[in-house]
């Protein structure tokens, strides 16, 4: 093992109104144990989420779930939650969906 996986998942901040506003993230880092420095994993398609799991082996990631809200429609705001997997290989800079046809249609 010489490299950990980071998923960050959402950043808080307040506007000048001090209204409270939660953006969710896609960014992606690896963390090299030998050399000690921090490097991004750059991955399409975005997959910007909070309150998910991500799992690393031999820099093959998984990622599980989440929770993301979206721009209100009638003053209210949407909110989604996910039941979806991901995969992203080494010397990959892709996320592929690990649902089957079979589970993802509706029966």
């Given at each position: 093992l010489d490299t950990i996986s980071f998923s960050e998942s959402s950043a808080w901040g307040q506007t000048p109104q001090q209204e409270q506003?939660?953006?969710?993230?896609?960014?992606?880092?690896?963390?090299?144990?030998?050399?000690?420095?921090?490097?991004?994993?750059?991955?399409?398609?975005?997959?910007?989420?909070?309150?998910?799991?991500?799992?690393?082996?031999n820099q093959t990631l998984v990622a599980c779930a989440g929770y993301k809200t979206?721009?209100?429609?009638?003053?209210?705001?949407?909110?989604?939650?996910?039941?979806?997997?991901?995969?992203?290989?080494?010397?990959?800079n892709y996320w592929y969906s690990a649902m089957s046809p079979a589970s993802s249609s509706s029966s």
């Open positions: 506003l939660w953006e969710m993230l896609d960014d992606v880092w690896e963390f090299d144990l030998v050399e000690k420095q921090w490097s991004p994993r750059n991955l399409e398609p975005s997959i910007a989420r909070s309150y998910h799991s991500m799992i690393a082996k979206a721009d209100a429609i009638g003053g209210e705001i949407l909110k989604y939650s996910f039941a979806d997997v991901f995969i992203s290989f080494p010397n990959d």
